[in-house]
């Protein structure tokens, strides 16, 4: 036992004792008689009043871009707006923060609060109230003034800041009453917040979310110059490209990727390689090993705040092929109902695990998905991804299938509609008219822009249906997908989406869909040169089709050699639209039959020379003649096409198609004044339907036509960019005449 007492002129008075066995001393001195037991003193020197706080870290010594966002703070600022900043993980929302309070402390004059709600978290029992209990101690409030309970250290934290002009920053808040209840009164305070959640409640109390962003390629590349200097890069820009482009524009990995280069002494196209694997990427965004300092770490610090339902999702995100999503197919791909689905989707969103783009869509970050993937095989039974695809494979092709429809219902199709439907066949037709296409005041045109809209989409999920084995699926998806391509000629995937179903066809056994598909391969293979490739395609898809039983298929692909025959040997494509004429009258098949006649006027356009040849079936007349005469009927042909209900069903596009080719066939025949007429005609229509590359065509033929310097450059620009978003060699020699 013995006596304590405290000296150096400390006020008695403001010592308070607990009168308990354990007692609890408040105040900067305490005087007591006989003390039993063991003493244990936690003493924290508070600031003395009017002490001006510092505490915001320091920035990023290299802290580049953001000027944007910095600029907006600027505006908030002279506003006198509060703001919380959020985005996703790892996206240099805290080291923002830092920047702007060391670059502004001039205009907080009585300083500079900081707190890491994550380190409050972090310590038992810390809250709302340690947090306040914190800022008044840094203002040099006494214990003995600071008072307990949520409600009194508010009050005591507006009275402290009313007449000073202060910063607060919090970092890390989870709730909107963090920024609330410290945001500080004095004129001209504010305060600056980052969340990892979009508090959207706080919109209601003026503050402002400011939401970042990851960088786009040329800010990327500033940083990693910064980190690594502009010689690295200069010197191997394609390498310092690559990498940025691994990186997502995320700051985190990009600032990873730039100790790596240096701790581990590697270019930056030896690391550009190592993460060019995707399922290596993750674990070589990680420093010394560990992941601690890794990508993974951070997304997964995200993931763990998750509820058990959107966590699930998200792993669910991660299996799921494509580059973005609706919450319908999410809903399909999870098994979930739609309201659902876009309630947790909303939850991800609100983490910014998942971006919401201004069409309503969602998507993740590259770097995200592969976590997302990594934690499903992580967490989940081996066959989950195999189940998500196939579900997702079903309902993008029930959805093409209706889209196809719309475009053109009456057109050849091997698949079976009741099939792909999942409808019985005498319920099909009533299954389309409540699609979302059909009712549309524009079911063709919506049609075709959402297939355009989800052509990524739509890749990726037909390369993982033929990655899993989906066979059957994969050459009906890549059937009806052929419509998109018939109006924006994507080249490149067209080819691919036909060469997959084709040989998906061979290994489901579909003789018919094989020759089919094989048979279309050759149009994009037309186009991009291959010609050899293209006739071996259509003389095995002639032995498929005429050995299909099928009624009509045989003249289907008769008349697509026939259009590999016209620039090489007119005569010989002239017999084969014949043979494919005659096939489709006998089907009696009316769209079919109007194709191989208007085929054959175009062959007699290609060969007109000014004299008749038998072999064309001409006589008398000569063949512009006879190829204005056939091109003009069939043309009114295609506008009356009808179903076999006698619905009218006119094929516009087509129609199209032999109007420019009937512009052609007058200008043939020396009248130059109908022909411009015509085919400007044929270039609205053509540009009405859709059917792009043929605009470019009828583009081209018009400029022959037009004396005006200044217009035919016009014409042909838009040719040369029409060729070039579809990958067509063409675009560089309208270039080279543009050239000339």
Same mark, same amino acid.
């Given at each position: ?65 953001r000027r944007a966002d910095l600029a907006r703070l600027d505006g908030l600022l002279a506003e006198g707006?509060?703001?919380? #900043? ?15 309070? &060391? ?79 410290? $945001? ?9 917040? $980052? ?70 002494r590697l270019t930056l196209a030896q690391l550009a390689d190592e993460l060019a694997d995707e399922r ?169 822009e959402w297939l355009e809209a989800e052509r990524p989409n739509l890749m990726a999920v037909l390369r ?23 109006? &924006? ?6 080819? /691919? ?8 066809? &061979? ?64 005569? !010989? ?23 191989? !006649? ?54 516009? !596009? ?26 400007? !005609? ?19 033929? #018009? ?17 040369? /960019? ?10 560089? /020699? ?7």
């Amino acid at each position: 036992m013995g006596t304590i007492g405290v000296a150096d002129g400390a006020d008695s008075s403001a010592m308070r004792v607990d009168n308990t066995m354990s007692g609890t001393v408040h105040g900067t001195s305490m005087q007591v008689g006989s003390v039993h037991g063991g003493i244990a003193f936690h003493y924290a020197a508070a600031p003395a009043p009017g002490t001006r706080p510092d505490q915001v870290p320091r920035p990023p010594r290299r802290f580049v871009n953001r000027r944007a966002d910095l600029a907006r703070l600027d505006g908030l600022l002279a506003e006198g707006a509060s703001a919380v #900043l959020n985005g996703m993980p790892g996206i240099g929302k805290t080291s923002t923060l830092y920047r702007w309070a &060391h670059d502004n402390q001039q205009h907080f004059p009585d300083g500079q609060l900081f707190v890491d709600f994550a380190e409050l978290r972090s310590a038992a029992g810390a809250d709302l109230s340690e947090a306040l209990t914190m800022c008044l101690r840094a203002l040099g409030v006494p214990d003995e003034r600071i008072g307990s309970g949520t409600a009194e250290l508010e009050s005591t934290f507006r009275s402290e800041s009313a007449k000073r002009r202060l910063l607060v920053v919090l970092d890390e808040v989870t709730e909107p009453s963090h920024v609330r209840s410290l $945001t500080p009164k004095g004129e001209g305070s504010i305060v600056l917040a $980052t969340s990892k959640r979009r508090l959207g409640e706080l919109a209601l109390h003026d503050v402002e979310l400011v939401e970042l962003d990851v960088f786009d390629p040329d800010a990327a590349k500033e940083l990693l110059g910064e980190l690594c200097g502009r010689a690295a890069l200069d010197a191997d820009p394609a390498a310092a490209d690559r990498l940025a482009e691994l990186c997502g524009g995320l700051p985190i990995a990009l600032r990873i990727v730039a100790a790596r280069l240096q701790s581990d002494r590697l270019t930056l196209a030896q690391l550009a390689d190592e993460l060019a694997d995707e399922r290596q990427r993750l674990g070589r965004l990680t420093l010394q090993g560990t992941d601690a300092t890794g990508v993974s770490a951070t997304l997964s610090l995200a993931y763990r705040d998750q509820s058990e339902p959107a966590a699930r999702l998200y792993r669910t995100l991660g299996d799921l092929p494509g580059v973005s999503f609706d919450s319908g197919v999410v809903a399909a791909a999870a098994g979930l109902d739609a309201a659902t689905s876009a309630g947790l989707l909303a939850d991800l969103a609100d983490a910014h695990l998942v971006h919401r783009t201004d069409d309503g869509r969602y998507q993740l970050h590259s770097l995200v998905r592969l976590h997302a993937q990594e934690t499903a095989r992580e967490t989940d039974p081996p066959e989950t991804e195999r189940q998500i695809v196939q579900r997702v494979t079903t309902h993008y092709l029930a959805l093409t299938t209706l889209a196809d429809l719309a475009v053109r219902a009456g057109r050849l199709r091997i698949l079976k509609l009741g099939e792909v439907l999942r409808q019985p066949v005498d319920q099909v037709d009533a299954f389309v008219e409540r699609s979302p296409f059909a009712v549309s005041a524009t079911p063709g045109r919506d049609a075709v822009e959402w297939l355009e809209a989800e052509r990524p989409n739509l890749m990726a999920v037909l390369r993982a249906a033929v990655r899993f084995g989906f066979d059957r699926q994969a050459w009906q998806l890549a059937e009806v997908l052929t419509v998109l391509f018939l109006h &924006h000629r994507h080249l490149a995937d067209w080819r /691919e989406s036909l060469a997959l179903g084709a040989d998906a066809a &061979h290994r489901d056994h579909q003789p018919a869909a094989e020759a089919r598909l094989r048979s279309m391969l050759s149009r994009p293979l037309m186009d991009l040169r291959q010609d050899d490739r293209a006739l071996a395609e259509l003389e095995t898809a002639i032995e498929l089709a005429d050995a299909s039983g099928h009624p009509v298929l045989p003249g289907s692909v008769r008349e697509l050699l026939g259009r590999y025959w016209d620039r090489r040997d007119p005569e !010989r494509a002239a017999a084969v639209y014949r043979e494919s004429l005659e096939i489709n009258e006998r089907a009696g098949e009316a769209r079919g039959a109007a194709l191989a !006649r208007y085929f054959l006027g175009r062959a007699l356009l290609v060969a007109a020379d000014g004299e008749g040849r038998p072999a064309l079936g001409v006589t008398g007349d000569s063949m512009e003649v006879e190829a204005e005469r056939q091109l003009r009927a069939v043309y009114a042909e295609f506008l009356g096409l009808v179903r076999e209900d006698g619905t009218p069903e006119p094929d516009r !596009r087509m129609a199209a198609r032999a109007l420019a080719d009937l512009g052609r066939a007058q200008a043939r025949c020396g009248a130059a004044v109908d022909a411009r007429a015509t085919l400007g !005609r044929a270039v609205g229509e053509l540009r009405e339907q859709q059917a792009f590359h043929y605009e470019a065509e009828a583009l081209e033929s #018009l400029a022959e036509l037009t004396e005006n310097a200044g217009e035919r450059r016009g014409l042909l620009e838009r040719a040369v /960019e029409i060729y070039r978003e579809s990958g067509n060699p063409r675009a560089a /020699e309208v270039q080279a005449l543009l050239a000339e």
